[in-house]
């Protein structure tokens, strides 16, 4: 029964995901869907053909250049295995519990006072543009 309704199933959760996450949807190499909410990224779900992903996006400057996505998983579903009301009702939860620790994690910039996520923070609990605007002072002067 449960492997008839998984096609419908499966276009329930993409409709789901658009809607609760609103972002960008991308596919991925192995056929899977990855889907971003806010911006900045807040929560990433990846939706393959038997689980459902769910991460608080995090970020990491690998050079001074390039920024590289590193999501932290916060819970995985198997959602082939879980009746309707209770799949949903699971992954509401952890998108909801995803996107409020993301949003924990960012800060109120000490100059210009906008709530930034970490890794567009300097270490001196300012934010990169102000930061950018600070040495583009003290290169004129
Ligand atoms: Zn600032």
Request: glycine share 8%.
């Amino acid at each position: 029964m449960i492997a008839m309704d998984a096609p419908e199933r499966y276009e329930q959760l993409i409709a789901f995901l658009d809607s609760h996450l609103g972002g960008e949807r991308h596919e991925l190499a192995d056929g899977s869907l990855q889907f971003f909410g806010g911006d900045p990224p807040e929560v990433v779900v990846q939706l393959t053909e038997t689980s459902v992903i769910v991460s608080e996006f995090a970020a990491v400057w690998e050079s001074p250049y390039t920024l590289t996505a590193r999501p932290r998983r916060v819970g995985l579903l198997k959602w082939r295995r879980l009746p309707e009301t209770e799949l949903f009702n699971a992954l509401g939860t952890l998108i909801k519990g995803a996107r409020e620790s993301r949003l924990a994690s960012f800060r109120a910039c000490a100059e210009c006072g906008h709530n930034t996520a970490p890794e567009w923070m300097t270490g001196k609990a300012i934010c990169h543009s102000c930061a950018e605007k600070e040495q583009r002072r003290r290169s004129v002067h």
